[in-house]
């Protein structure tokens, strides 16, 4: 028992020299520091997150995701060297453990790489800034209004309110097409009428019904023109532009005017046809 008690065990002191009152009370002081390091480390990251997120959402002008994503690096960042700080205090070599979470960070990352690329293409899409959050977008083929931008994926909500998950490597190594970037857009319509109509007649009844909607902008100047002769109509195409947020509204009702407006000016409007010829065998 007293070769137990004399044995050397951490830092040339044995046993018995730990239990003395001297040392418990240094390791009381070694804890009680660690955790009010951690409270003031956790308080520290929390407010200086809050006022970074809080400044984004303050000022219009400025991206609200970005600032975001900011106060969550400040916020880790802070939290970490509050941690090695709690090492320090108990005489933990602080150099070592960080050459030991940078091997252990390399094994990581080979292991997850397809999760380290989507958080890679996350950090080029906050910085970037190619969408931004209310965005109307289509990205490979996936349509939606974003919803949030995370480090490893952008979340859409479709025209029907479903849900899509796009991961970030998909979003950042695609074809991205972002219907809110622009106040304005061009609505087009292609309209056919019979090859006996008259074709003054219908263009100034589909330009005039167009563009007595007080959704119809007269600048840029709309176009109107016959482009092309098919098996039984002539074809307008017609472009005019309106604001971004009524085009889809805009390009239906248009829609349906111009048809009545054809109706009303006795323009016909073809569908296709088939003729058959019926010959006898004998």
Not at 69 to 86: C, E, H, K, M, T
Not at 179 to 188: F, G, K, L, T
Not at 225 to 241: C, E, G, K, P, Y
Request: proline share 3%; with cysteine; aromatic share 8%.
């Amino acid at each position: 028992m007293n070769d137990l008690l004399t044995t050397p065990i951490l830092n040339g002191k044995s046993l018995a020299d730990l239990l003395t009152l001297e040392f418990l009370v240094s390791i009381l002081g070694n804890v009680l520091s660690a955790i009010l390091i951690l409270m003031i480390g956790f308080v520290i990251a929390g407010w200086l997150s809050r006022r970074i997120s809080n400044m984004g959402q303050r000022n219009a002008h400025l991206d609200e995701t970005l600032f975001t994503f900011l106060s969550n690096i400040v916020r880790y960042v802070i939290i970490g060297f509050a941690l090695l700080f709690v090492l320090n205090t108990f005489g933990v070599q602080t150099t070592s453990v960080v050459a030991v979470i940078g091997a252990a960070g390399l094994a990581i990352g080979l292991a997850l790489q397809g999760t380290l690329s989507n958080v890679a293409a996350g950090v080029m899409i906050v910085f970037f800034r190619p969408i931004k959050l209310g965005d109307f977008v289509d990205i490979g083929g996936q349509m939606g209004t974003v919803k949030s931008i995370n480090l490893n994926f952008i979340e859409l909500a479709s025209i029907g309110n479903v849900q899509i998950i796009v991961p970030n490597s998909e979003v950042w190594g695609n074809i991205i097409t972002n219907y809110s970037v622009y106040p304005q857009r061009r609505a087009e319509w292609t309209i056919g009428v019979a090859y006996g109509a008259d074709l003054a007649v219908a263009e100034k009844a589909i330009i005039d019904t167009i563009m007595a909607d007080p959704r119809s902008l007269s600048d840029p100047e709309p176009f109107i023109q016959v482009t092309n002769m098919n098996a039984s109509s002539v074809d307008f195409l017609v472009r005019v532009w309106c604001e971004r947020t009524e085009y889809f509204q805009y390009q239906a009702d248009m829609t349906r005017a111009v048809k009545e407006a054809l109706d009303k000016a006795g323009v016909e409007i073809p569908f296709p046809t088939r003729t058959l010829v019926m010959q006898n065998a004998e």
